[in-house]
């Protein structure tokens, strides 16, 4: 047969878009209906987070059938039928609205209808976050990143082939933020309110569906993104793949096959239950025989399961079950990520024939939680070291391609990470598989939690339930756990228990009906404390070390991570699982100019800052790498200077995995200081002359410089830049802030210089021109181990390109896939005549594509007050250094493109090919005014062994990772 039971095909490609909402709408669901209660006292309301404007919790309310009433003064609160307000009553909000009842749901737009002419709109392939791609807004909200939200349309012209009637077919969406509503051929169908949990569009029961190319159908989509669920920058639109699914009327259920991957596979009789959910919407009874096989990934039979036949009638579903013998496998670990592919079958009782089948990447191992011990895998028992995440990333905001998560996934293994905290909701699955396949302890986070939300935790947990990674469920995060009573903790546990009864339940925060204890930024006098009050609970520090720096100011080192991760060394806690944050991410800047955050141990364009370099020498070199916790990265050594190149002032930072660092300034040695092994950086004091002319070459506003001397006598900054220039030798960096008793001075490192949410400091810095500043490390006999070196730059003459992604160096392949949606990561450095990082000049640097089937998608530079638009050709850089995103324009590879060329009728700017016609690289350019340009090459692929999850199966032990050892800026 050409095709098999259950077709899968690529829905991505040409669909139309319009920014903005519909000229017969507006935000939210249509009439709110709300009169004023400005100025009025609530009783019963209940409180819903992180709506941080009148708009939004009025919009979120609205949303909500069982919401009458909403109030916004020191927070978001809505409340329902048992809620009283009156003028008279205490507790008076500022704001809000209230209604007898919640009218329905508008669901009638022009642009929904099926003969609506949207032939002047974009057409575009999907994933598509349309958010990022509008202009920075200064604005009163800060947490969303000063990007402004809106409703947007999409719709998608496609033909269904005629060999699929009396099939059962379906859209899925994977996610779509953040409510979406569905109208096919201008029929209403559904909306989906959780922007994090994917849904499907049945088609096949649509009144007037054709089929056939002499007439078209049309699916629109609405997304509302003008309101979040965040404290940070959510996106919005069609962000995620979507698929155009085909099956046989008897078939699995979306997300209806569970393997449980909670079994000792060394027992002689190990064995685990294979779940299928059928469902048939055949006119009659059907017959079935549900079995299960279980393979290597070469593709040998391990065992086959016993069999379930029954049969099932029209309209009904079916849970069933079969035991399936996993005796003899390898169990699945950090350190060996055994997975194993299990086959399940559908087949036809009284007609034979396959119904449908399924097949799993599965890994089986064994868990355990201990309130005084803490957590052990496969009975060994370890801490866990990991961190927390948020889904944006330069250039292309929430819509990340695969290629990309994988280069987190493994900047994330090389500096000793072995825990993925999915904050504070569900990732895209492919996220999933990377880390399955990496060896990468997962914890899995709802996102909105309340007694209304208890469906998405559903969603959530159906759909990830097979994954060996995940290892525990979350319900929700900080406040958000808060609720009046304690039923939506209870709800939320049924939800998860009943589809995945052995995983334990957690929060980042206290709430009811969980197993496993979260607290996030607690010192260990709370852990202290709860331990005593409740012993069998098992602790974990699910959130901490919010530990802010940049690449240019660079902040406080490496206190702030030491202290804040020490609660996870308890011997009862079970470790630090969700540093805050691995990358920078969009939004949650505190204060304009600043549009991003500043947490991360990478920027947001994947550069790595100082705090990176800790991780390194303490999670990983210091690690014995027999450490069941530790993940099967090779490192030899660690020397790093911490300060910027050229950046230089009174002293630099070392960090050494050796006994004793050598330190020489223009080869001489300046120092030498023993590490007694404390994996804190050495901080050496510089001698060098001081400068002779009064230049302050270096812009210290909008930071604190710490360690300064107060200057009473300068009564202005000319006054306080004069008392500097007054005694050099003492004096490289001056500040002044009215708000801060005036003036300022001193010789600090800029490493002491950190942002600030006070924007009246002024000041500057006079940076130290010296040529060349190495740090060795000694062994204890005095044998270097490893050195590091910092040249300072001469003038800017040109650019410099790398391709970070793909690349053997960061982990992530050698070659783009030609599947549509790939995507490169390039690097563009100012370097001088001597190919030295020119780190104090910024200028635009500009992307282009010379040839070959690519296209730029975005670009970023890291710098936390950047307003470049994300979608131009050019950008700043920062600190030397400017980011590239490049996609393959060409899918000759997705496994059913055969179908692309009956269903899809616009095209976007991926051009489906039936046989790869032609790999010719992609060859794209960087220039800049006045500096010689330059071009790179990215080799392209047209064979799927080249995918980014095949290569994730090759780059387990991460050989050839020299992306943070090798990296300047």
């Known amino acids: 047969d050409q095709y098999p039971p259950r077709e899968d095909v690529v829905f991505d490609y040409g669909w139309r878009f319009r920014f903005g909402h519909a000229p017969d709408g507006a935000p939210g669901p249509g009439d709110t209906n709300f009169t004023n209660i400005a100025n009025f006292g609530c009783s019963n309301m209940e409180h819903n987070p992180n709506r941080y404007t009148a708009d939004d919790c009025m919009i979120a309310c609205a949303y909500n059938p069982q919401c009458l009433a909403w109030q916004l003064g020191g927070g978001?609160?809505?409340?329902?039928?048992?809620?009283?307000?009156?003028?008279?009553?205490?507790?008076?909000?500022?704001?809000?609205?209230?209604?007898?009842?919640?009218?329905?749901?508008?669901?009638?737009?022009?642009?929904?209808?099926?003969?609506?002419?949207?032939?002047?709109?974009?057409?575009?392939?999907?994933?598509?976050?349309?958010?990022?791609?509008?202009?920075?807004?200064?604005?009163?909200?800060?947490?969303?990143?000063?990007?402004?939200?809106?409703?947007?349309?999409?719709?998608?012209?496609?033909?269904?082939?005629?060999?699929?009637?009396?099939?059962?077919?379906?859209?899925?969406?994977?996610?779509?933020?953040?409510?979406?509503?569905?109208?096919?051929?201008?029929?209403?169908?559904?909306?989906?309110?959780?922007?994090?949990?994917?849904?499907?569009?049945?088609?096949?029961?649509?009144?007037?569906?054709?089929?056939?190319?002499?007439a078209a159908n049309v699916v629109a989509v609405r997304t509302d993104a003008t309101f979040g669920s965040g404290h940070w920058y959510e996106g919005g639109g069609i962000y995620r793949r979507t698929h155009l699914v085909r099956m046989d009327p008897t078939h699995f259920v979306h997300d209806g096959v569970f393997v449980d991957p909670e079994v000792n596979p060394a027992s002689p009789t190990a064995s685990v239950k294979v779940l299928g959910e059928i469902e048939t919407t055949s006119s009659n009874d059907v017959s079935y025989d549900f079995y299960a096989q279980l393979y290597t990934m070469a593709g040998d039979l391990v065992s086959t399961s016993s069999h379930s036949k029954a049969g099932i009638k029209p309209g009904y579903t079916r849970v069933v079950t079969v035991d399936l013998p996993v005796n003899g496998t390898k169990a699945w670990s950090i350190q060996e990520p055994n997975l194993y592919e299990i086959r399940v079958f559908l087949n036809g009782g009284d007609v034979p024939g396959v119904l449908d089948s399924q097949n799993l990447s599965v890994g089986f191992r064994e868990t355990s939680w201990s309130g005084s011990s803490g957590f052990r895998l496969n009975d060994h028992a370890l801490k866990f070291r990991g961190f927390s995440h948020h889904n944006s990333f330069t250039g292309v905001g929430v819509a990340i391609p695969d290629r990309i998560h994988l280069f987190r996934a493994q900047a994330s293994r090389a500096v000793g990470g072995s825990f993925w905290r999915m904050s504070h909701n569900p990732y895209l699955p492919a996220l999933y598989n990377f880390l399955d396949v990496l060896g990468v302890l997962t914890w899995d986070e709802n996102r909105d939690y309340g007694l209304e939300y208890v469906g998405a935790m559903h969603e959530m947990v159906k759909r990830d339930r097979s994954h060996p990674s995940i290892v525990v469920w979350s319900y929700c995060n900080e406040v958000e756990c808060g609720q009046v009573t304690n039923?939506?903790?209870?709800?939320?546990?049924?939800?998860?228990?009943?589809?995945?009864?052995?995983?334990?339940?957690?929060?980042?925060?206290?709430?009811?009906?969980?197993?496993?204890?979260?607290?996030?930024?607690?010192?260990?006098?709370?852990?202290?404390?709860?331990?005593?009050?409740?012993?069998?609970?098992?602790?974990?520090?699910?959130?901490?070390?919010?530990?802010?720096?940049?690449?240019?100011?660079?902040?406080?080192?490496?206190?702030?991570?030491?202290?804040?991760?020490?609660?996870?060394?308890?011997?009862?806690?079970?470790?630090?699982?969700?540093?805050?944050?691995?990358?920078?991410?969009?939004?949650?800047?505190?204060?304009?100019?600043?549009?991003?955050?500043?947490?991360?141990?990478?920027?947001?364009?994947?550069?790595?800052?100082?705090?990176?370099?800790?991780?390194?020498?303490?999670?990983?070199?210091?690690?014995?790498?027999?450490?069941?916790?530790?993940?099967?990265?090779?490192?030899?050594?660690?020397?790093?200077?911490?300060?910027?190149?050229?950046?230089?002032?009174?002293?630099?930072?070392?960090?050494?995995?050796?006994?004793?660092?050598?330190?020489?300034?223009?080869?001489?040695?300046?120092?030498?200081?023993?590490?007694?092994?404390?994996?804190?950086?050495?901080?050496?004091?510089?001698?060098?002359?001081?400068?002779?002319?009064?230049?302050?070459?270096?812009?210290?506003?909008?930071?604190?410089?710490?360690?300064?001397?107060?200057?009473?006598?300068?009564?202005?900054?000319?006054?306080?830049?004069?008392?500097?220039?007054?005694?050099?030798?003492?004096?490289?960096?001056?500040?002044?802030?009215?708000?801060?008793?005036?003036?300022?001075?001193?010789?600090?490192?800029?490493?002491?210089?950190?942002?600030?949410?006070?924007?009246?400091?002024?000041?500057?810095?006079?940076?130290?021109?010296?040529?060349?500043?190495?740090?060795?490390?000694?062994?204890?006999?005095?044998?270097?181990?490893?050195?590091?070196?910092?040249?300072?730059?001469?003038?800017?003459?040109?650019?410099?390109?790398?391709?970070?992604?793909?690349?053997?160096?960061?982990?992530?392949?050698?070659?783009?896939?030609?599947?549509?949606?790939?995507?490169?990561?390039?690097?563009?450095?100012?370097?001088?005549?001597?190919?030295?990082?020119?780190?104090?000049?910024?200028?635009?640097?500009?992307?282009s594509v010379v040839s070959g089937p690519g296209r730029l998608i975005g670009v970023g530079n890291g710098d936390n007050a950047c307003h470049q638009n994300a979608k131009s050709d050019h950008v700043p850089t920062y600190g030397g250094l400017a980011r590239g995103i490049f996609q393959v324009t060409t899918d000759c590879v997705s496994e059913r493109r055969a179908r692309n060329a009956q269903v899809d009728i616009d095209h976007g700017p991926t051009k489906v090919e039936q046989v790869c016609t032609s790999t010719d690289s992609i060859v794209i350019q960087a220039t800049s005014a006045g500096l010689k340009s330059a071009t790179l090459t990215i080799e392209v692929s047209g064979s799927a062994d080249d995918l980014p999850l095949n290569v994730a199966k090759q780059s387990v032990n991460l050989e050839g990772y020299t992306y943070l050892s090798g990296f300047e800026g």
């Open 76 to 214: 978001c609160q809505h409340g329902g039928v048992d809620s009283q307000c009156s003028a008279s009553m205490p507790h008076k909000a500022p704001l809000g609205g209230q209604r007898k009842s919640a009218p329905p749901t508008k669901t009638t737009y022009d642009f929904a209808k099926q003969t609506f002419d949207d032939s002047q709109w974009t057409v575009l392939d999907v994933p598509h976050d349309f958010v990022v791609t509008g202009d920075f807004v200064d604005m009163p909200d800060s947490h969303h990143g000063y990007l402004p939200r809106n409703v947007s349309w999409y719709r998608k012209h496609f033909h269904l082939p005629s060999d699929w009637k009396a099939s059962h077919i379906h859209i899925h969406f994977e996610g779509v933020f953040h409510v979406a509503q569905v109208w096919v051929n201008g029929q209403y169908v559904q909306m989906h309110n959780c922007g994090y949990t994917g849904f499907t569009v049945r088609l096949d029961n649509v009144t007037g569906l054709e089929y056939g190319t002499d």
């Open 487 to 847: 039923q939506t903790g209870l709800a939320f546990r049924a939800a998860a228990k009943a589809l995945d009864p052995q995983r334990p339940t957690a929060a980042n925060g206290g709430t009811d009906g969980i197993d496993v204890q979260g607290m996030s930024h607690a010192r260990n006098e709370s852990f202290e404390n709860f331990h005593k009050k409740d012993p069998d609970m098992p602790l974990v520090l699910s959130e901490c070390c919010s530990c802010q720096t940049q690449r240019m100011n660079r902040g406080e080192t490496t206190t702030c991570m030491h202290d804040q991760n020490s609660p996870g060394l308890l011997p009862y806690v079970a470790g630090s699982l969700g540093v805050w944050t691995l990358f920078d991410y969009y939004g949650e800047s505190h204060s304009w100019p600043s549009v991003t955050s500043s947490y991360g141990n990478f920027d947001l364009a994947g550069f790595p800052k100082p705090h990176a370099y800790w991780y390194v020498l303490n999670w990983l070199a210091n690690i014995n790498a027999s450490d069941y916790g530790r993940p099967p990265v090779t490192v030899e050594q660690v020397t790093r200077i911490l300060d910027l190149p050229g950046q230089v002032t009174g002293s630099v930072a070392v960090l050494s995995s050796g006994a004793e660092v050598e330190l020489y300034l223009d080869g001489k040695l300046s120092g030498k200081k023993e590490t007694m092994g404390s994996g804190e950086p050495l901080v050496f004091d510089l001698s060098p002359s001081p400068p002779t002319e009064c230049t302050f070459n270096r812009n210290l506003s909008v930071v604190q410089c710490h360690g300064l001397t107060h200057a009473s006598s300068a009564e202005s900054p000319s006054e306080c830049q004069a008392a500097c220039c007054k005694d050099l030798a003492n004096c490289r960096i001056w500040q002044y802030s009215a708000q801060h008793s005036g003036c300022w001075i001193g010789n600090v490192p800029v490493s002491t210089c950190t942002e600030t949410e006070e924007t009246d400091w002024v000041g500057g810095g006079n940076i130290v021109a010296m040529d060349e500043v190495m740090a060795t490390s000694l062994d204890a006999k005095g044998i270097s181990i490893g050195n590091f070196t910092l040249k300072t730059a001469k003038e800017a003459a040109g650019i410099q390109l790398t391709l970070d992604v793909p690349s053997v160096s960061t982990g992530t392949g050698a070659k783009l896939v030609l599947d549509g949606h790939d995507a490169a990561l390039v690097k563009a450095a100012i370097v001088d005549d001597n190919g030295l990082l020119v780190t104090g000049t910024s200028v635009n640097v500009t992307f």
